[in-house]
């Protein structure tokens, strides 16, 4: 299976104030994506992680909301910006090998007050 | 738009007693539907990954299957550590790489 690890496991924060959570995969893995999922739901795609270019984002998520960034092919970063109780979620990061397997992270367990 | 309904929501067995968890979805072609297991504080687990109609893939005491309208996760005598909760997702060919989940089920075997 594919290494996926994620920091910070988990947080506390401030409204007002923006967190950045950083996503390290293997090398076989090519597409990386962000998830959430908020408390007793199931997981909703945040944006896919594009490699040196703007991330594509779903219907309900923003880019000053929620900056991504790829540098390279194992490494990204979302950011949680402008925080609000509303954000407080689960965060994962996921990393697809081929068409047939998709991978999670540990999850960042994000408390906002 | 895809939807993904996963049934029942709360599943309690005794340790031993087969049973089957239901997925259906709804999707303008299904390009592969995936499970996942899901232990508390912890990402989702990768299970399987079906196609096509009549497929079916087996691990350990799970063996999934898939129609046309639903998988099916059969769990064949289960243990303890098989509690979890237990998620259907579907991607579709229209949707690029986006995954859609369903709510889940939460599996629960007691001793």
């Known amino acids: 299976s594919a290494v996926i690890s994620q920091k910070p496991s988990r947080d506390i924060c401030q409204r007002g104030t923006s967190l950045t959570i950083q996503c390290q995969v293997d090398?076989?893995?090519?597409?990386m994506f962000w998830y959430r999922q908020q408390p007793g739901q199931s997981l909703t795609l945040i944006a896919t992680?594009?490699?040196?270019?703007?991330?594509?984002?779903e219907s309900g998520f923003v880019i000053d909301k929620f900056p991504i960034s790829r540098p390279n092919l194992t490494f990204s970063t979302l950011t949680v910006s402008n925080m609000s109780p509303e954000d407080s979620s689960i965060y994962l990061c996921?990393?697809?090998?081929?068409?047939?397997?998709?991978?999670f992270g540990p999850g960042t367990r994000l408390l906002v007050l | 738009e895809d939807q993904v309904t996963q049934s029942p929501e709360a599943l309690r067995l005794q340790e031993g007693e087969s049973s089957s968890l239901n997925c259906s979805y709804t999707?303008?072609?299904?390009?592969?539907l995936f499970w996942y297991r899901q232990d508390p504080g912890k990402g989702p687990e990768f299970l399987f990954t079906?196609?096509?109609a009549g497929e079916e893939k087996e691990k350990e005491r799970l063996k999934a299957t898939l129609t046309k309208k639903e998988s099916f996760l059969h769990i064949t005598a289960p243990k303890p550590e098989d509690s979890a909760t237990y998620l259907c997702?579907?991607?579709?060919?229209?949707?690029?790489?986006?995954?859609?989940f369903g709510g889940g089920t939460r599996v629960l075997v007691k001793p």
């Open positions: 079906l196609y096509s």
């Open positions: 996921s990393g697809r090998r081929s068409q047939e397997t998709q991978y």
């Open positions: 090398s076989q893995v090519t597409m």
């Open positions: 999707v303008s072609g299904l390009r592969g």
């Open positions: 997702a579907v991607q579709a060919e229209a949707a690029g790489n986006k995954l859609t």
């Open positions: 992680a594009n490699q040196g270019s703007e991330a594509t984002y």
